[in-house]
């Protein structure tokens, strides 16, 4: 199967992209009723009474020497919440198709669904088994009205990754039936392999990435769709025109410079060493009954009295994640890794 093109919702597949004014940096913009005069506390480079580049293509060509793919397999968005909305817009029809989703996990899969009138089918990972995947129920649960299957690796909120050979397998099992999103939003704090390098030949692959975690710019809003340039023109006819506004894309270029990028790795590792310590630390508490490995920038920790460690945090001017209404995590709290000396305050609150 070489396209994904039957998948997607007719109308969108006829859809007549919205005409914007014409991007020619050559000419003097008199074309777009914008004011000749920047706002008083403008400090952009390019001036903010200017409309940015209605589709990013220099920043999506820097995207795409990141993640080390064609330019034509990008599509730079509002955070990958804008990547996800654009998937199920473009290939659920409300009130006849489904997304599949493997609880716990990012609820923004099931509400973007949701909103566009798709249902949604419940897989929930092992949690027996380290949260792995259920590959028998999983392909089980694809029916033909199943367009989309959210895989998330690392996974929010249990840390873990998937397991790479059970991804890959799915990823074949279902070509040409559906879509695999695999959102790799925490994939900088594991040493697992990214699935980008899968989307160029594989039509109905997407990876979602986002520059709001290890890049430290969750403020900008601002995130990839990367996938096979038939699920990118698609995209591209649903996404608004300056869906990312030239302060994002500034800000995206000052950290894609080589100098920013090499911050990053340290930070990352930073991450990495606090994750490892705070693990070990919180693992030796009482009242603690597990720490979930992670392969991401927080720990799944499950206590004996989770209101208790709840309160106790707050005490110390610390908000961590109440993820006890998740099935199977009745026990749990999710805990960001933070600085040494937020961890540290943590950790006390829980002595
Ligand atoms: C934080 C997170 C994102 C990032 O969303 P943005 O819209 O890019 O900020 C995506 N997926 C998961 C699973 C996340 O936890």
Request: aromatic content about 6%; some cysteine.
């Amino acid at each position: 199967m070489s396209t994904v093109l039957h998948l997607a919702r007719p109308e969108i597949v006829a859809l007549q992209a919205y005409e914007h004014a014409l991007w020619d940096t050559r000419f003097e913009r008199l074309h777009a009723n914008e004011l000749p005069w920047r706002g008083v506390a403008d400090s952009s480079v390019a001036g903010l009474n200017r409309y940015p580049e209605p589709h990013p293509r220099e920043l999506e060509k820097q995207l795409a020497a990141l993640y080390e793919v064609p330019v034509e397999c990008v599509v730079a968005g509002r955070g990958s919440d804008e990547a996800i909305d654009l998937l199920v817009r473009v290939f659920c029809r409300a009130g006849q198709d489904r997304v599949v989703i493997c609880p716990p996990t990012f609820g923004m899969y099931g509400v973007a669904a949701r909103i566009q009138g798709a249902a949604v089918t419940a897989v929930p990972l092992l949690r027996d088994r380290g949260f792995a995947l259920d590959e028998a129920r999983l392909l089980s649960a694809c029916d033909a009205q199943t367009k989309i299957v959210f895989l998330c690796s690392p996974n929010n909120p249990t840390g873990n990754s998937l397991g790479h050979d059970a991804v890959a397998r799915i990823v074949t099992a279902l070509a040409g039936r559906a879509v695999v999103v695999i959102d790799e939003a925490y994939i900088e704090f594991s040493a697992r392999q990214s699935f980008v390098n899968a989307v160029a030949a594989q039509p109905h692959v997407a990876v979602l990435r986002t520059f709001s975690k290890a890049h430290g710019l969750a403020g900008a809003r601002l995130g990839a769709l990367i996938a096979h340039p038939d699920i990118v023109a698609l995209a591209r006819r649903v996404i608004p025109p300056y869906a990312v506004t030239q302060l994002t894309i500034e800000a995206a270029g000052h950290a894609l410079a080589p100098t920013a990028l090499a911050v990053t790795r340290e930070r990352i590792a930073a991450v990495l060493a606090e994750r490892a310590r705070l693990a070990a630390a919180l693992a030796e508490l009482r009242g603690i009954r597990k720490v979930w490995p992670s392969d991401a920038n927080f720990l799944l920790v499950d206590f004996d009295d989770p209101r208790d460690a709840l309160e106790r945090t707050r005490g110390a001017d610390l908000l961590i994640r109440d993820v006890r209404g998740n099935t199977g995590l009745e026990c749990s709290l999710r805990i960001t890794v933070g600085s040494p000396d937020q961890n540290d305050r943590l950790i006390e609150s829980f002595r």
